[in-house]
C-alpha cells in the first residue's frame, strides 16, 4: 500500500516553455501533497504543501508564480513550472500524506531538464 | 537557526556494521526520520522515532536521545545494495520537516 506514481519521469524542455509534472497517490486519499526539489549532491528542498482544495503554501524563496500548484484532488497533485529555463533543471520529488504528517510516501521523482 | 549534522560520506565493508550519526538544533521536536536514497530515486521511509530509546526493524535499527539532540541509524550485515545516502529529518515545533544533507554510504566487498 501507500503508493505515489509520479509522471512524467523524465523531460527535456526547450527555454521559456513551461512543463507539468503530476503526483498521484494511487491506493490511499492524500489530503496533503508536498513538493520537493533535489540539486545533485544535495539535500532536498522542500518547496511547497498543498491541501486538497485550498491554495498551496510556499516555502520562503520559492516564487509561486512560476511554480503552480494545483491538488484539485485527494489523488492528484500537479506542478508546473512556467517559463522554464536552464536552472530550474533539478530532480522534482512529491510526496503525499494520507494524515499525518510524518507519513510523507515519496513519488519515484521527475527529472526535468531545461535546454 | 535549524541545523542538522550528518558526516558527508562514510564507508564499510560488506557483512560489516556501520552507525551514521545525526545530531540536530531545531525550534522545538516532534519526531526524527531516517531516509535511504538511492542515487537518482525517491527517498524510501526507513523509521520514524518520537521517544527516546532504540527501534528495531529487521537490518536496520534507529536510535533517539531528545536530550542530547542526537539519533542514529545502525545497519547490520551490511549487503551491497545498502550503498546509498540516507537522510536523516526532524520536525520542527511548526511541524516543518529540516531534513540533513544525508549521509553517502559507500560498500565495499
Known amino acids: 500500500g501507500a503508493v505515489v506514481s509520479q509522471h512524467p519521469s523524465w523531460v527535456i524542455c526547450k527555454s521559456g516553455t513551461s512543463v507539468k509534472i503530476e503526483c498521484r497517490s494511487l491506493d490511499f486519499q492524500a489530503t496533503t501533497m508536498f513538493w520537493y526539489r533535489q540539486f545533485p549532491k544535495q539535500s532536498l528542498m522542500l518547496m511547497a504543501t498543498s491541501n486538497e482544495g485550498s491554495k498551496a503554501t510556499y516555502e520562503q524563496g520559492v516564487e509561486k508564480d512560476k511554480f503552480l500548484i494545483n491538488h484539485a484532488s485527494l489523488t492528484l497533485s500537479t506542478l508546473t513550472v512556467t517559463s522554464a529555463h536552464p536552472e530550474d533543471s533539478s530532480f522534482y520529488i512529491c510526496?503525499?500524506?494520507?494524515?499525518?504528517?510524518?507519513?510523507?510516501?515519496f513519488g519515484p521523482g521527475t527529472r526535468l531538464t531545461v535546454t | 537557526g535549524q541545523n542538522i549534522d550528518q558526516p558527508t560520506e562514510m564507508t564499510a565493508t560488506e557483512g560489516a556494521i556501520v552507525q551514521i550519526n545525526c545530531t540536530y538544533q531545531?525550534?522545538?521536536?516532534?519526531?526524527l526520520f531516517w531516509y535511504q536514497q538511492h542515487a537518482g530515486e525517491a527517498p524510501t521511509f526507513l523509521s520514524y522515532n518520537v521517544l527516546d530509546g532504540l527501534e528495531e526493524k529487521g537490518r536496520f535499527s534507529s536510535f533517539l536521545s531528545r536530550s542530547k539532540g542526537y539519533s542514529y541509524l545502525l545497519l547490520k550485515e551490511l549487503q551491497m545494495k545498502d550503498s546509498a545516502s540516507y537522510l536523516c529529518?526532524?520536525?520542527?515545533?511548526?511541524?516543518?520537516?529540516?531534513w540533513g544533507a544525508g549521509t553517502k554510504l559507500i560498500i565495499k566487498p
Open positions: 531545531t525550534s522545538g521536536f516532534n519526531g
Open positions: 510526496s503525499a500524506s494520507a494524515g499525518e504528517f510524518y507519513e510523507q510516501y
Open positions: 529529518a526532524v520536525i520542527d515545533s511548526n511541524y516543518q520537516l529540516i
